[in-house]
Nanobody, 114 residues
Framework: QVQLVESGGGLVQPGGSLRLSCTAS????????LGWYRQAPGKQRELVAS???????NYQDSVKGRFTISRDNAKNTVYLQMNSLKPEDTAVYYC????????WGQGTQVTVSS
């Protein structure tokens, strides 16, 4: 079973930036697609960005041009660089494989507010 631990969230003003990190417990993730997901209060969890084992990326339309997903297989880590943050980006952010495993980590809270 792979465990994924997210970090890097926080409170940021609109227009600011944050970089989220997610480290996996097993190096086998280098052969898997990975994704960042988010869940805002009262809403369903949604896919924000994904990256294949070969580093091909896809983004939700609302974050295109602002967010960048990347991976470092030597560190078993996937990143989400978030720029030009908006209040509607406020959510708990999770990483998981893509498609996702059944189990989810605790996530990391991102709050965009002035």
């Amino acid at each position: 079973q792979v465990q994924l631990v997210e970090s890097g969230g926080g409170l940021v003003q609109p227009g600011g930036s944050l970089r989220l990190s997610c480290t996996a417990s097993r190096s086998a993730v280098r052969f898997l697609g990975l994704g960042w997901y988010r869940q805002a209060p009262g809403k369903q969890r949604e896919l924000v960005a994904s990256i294949s084992a070969g580093a091909s990326t896809n983004y939700q339309d609302s974050v295109k041009g602002r967010f960048t997903i990347s991976r470092d297989n030597a560190k078993n880590t996937v990143y989400l660089q978030m720029n030009s943050l908006k209040p509607e980006d406020t959510a708990v952010y999770y990483c998981n494989t893509y498609p996702p495993l059944e189990s989810w980590g605790q996530g990391t809270q991102v709050t965009v507010s002035s």
